[in-house]
């Protein structure tokens, strides 16, 4: 069965001299329920500090 969805997660991260790091990974999702439930717990992954920034979106494949 393939995915009808997939998870966008952008990680944006700050080095010590505050240097900006982007990056993204797309993870395939079967269900937009299975979908918003993965991008919660990556968004939980954010520093409360600012040095690391997590962005996520589903979209339909």
Not at 2 to 31: I, K, N, W
Not at 34 to 39: E, I, L
Not at 50 to 55: N, P, Q, Y
């Amino acid at each position: 069965m393939s995915a009808l969805y997939t998870l966008v997660v952008v990680f944006l991260a700050f080095g010590p001299a505050g240097e900006p790091q982007m990056h993204v990974e797309r993870f395939p999702e079967p269900s937009m329920d299975r979908c918003r439930k993965a991008a919660q717990e990556l968004e939980q992954m954010a520093m409360p500090n600012g040095s690391l920034v997590v962005r996520t979106r589903c979209i339909e494949s």
